[in-house]
């Protein structure tokens, strides 16, 4: 299993911009792909981006497409989500998963890994 720590959450103004990075170990990083979910007070978790191991592929939710970038560097065992272009709405607890690209866009509830968590506070 791989173990993984999120970092970089804060409080930004909307239109702002801030990078999180989520921090893998365990078993190798980069034979999994990686994924960012987040949830909002009183709603459900919800996927926002994935990538595969290559980096050939990304995934991105509508609400985020063109404003927020997946990136990886296996040198480094660890994954970033670029959020640019922030909205009151993007306010969540931003979580990173480990697990096939399927289960990652299809069967949240079973993936195996997940980080603890870094609150994204975006102010109107």
């Known amino acids: 299993q791989v173990q993984l720590v999120e970092s970089g959450g804060g409080l930004v103004q909307a239109g702002g911009s801030l990078r999180l990075s989520c921090a893998a170990s365990?078993?190798?990083?980069?034979?999994?792909?990686m994924g960012w979910f987040r949830q909002a007070p009183g709603k459900e978790r919800e996927f926002v981006a994935a990538?595969?191991?290559?980096?050939?592929?990304?995934y991105y939710a509508d609400s985020v497409k063109g404003r927020f970038t997946i990136s990886r560097d296996n040198t480094k065992n660890t994954v970033y989500l670029q959020m640019n272009s922030l909205k009151p709405e993007d306010t969540a607890v931003y979580y990173c998963a480990a697990d096939l690209i399927s289960t990652l866009l299809n069967r949240q509830s079973s993936i195996g890994s997940w980080g603890q968590g870094t609150q994204v506070t975006v102010s109107s």
């Open positions: 365990g078993r190798t990083f980069s034979s999994y792909p």
């Open positions: 990538i595969r191991w290559s980096t050939a592929s990304t």
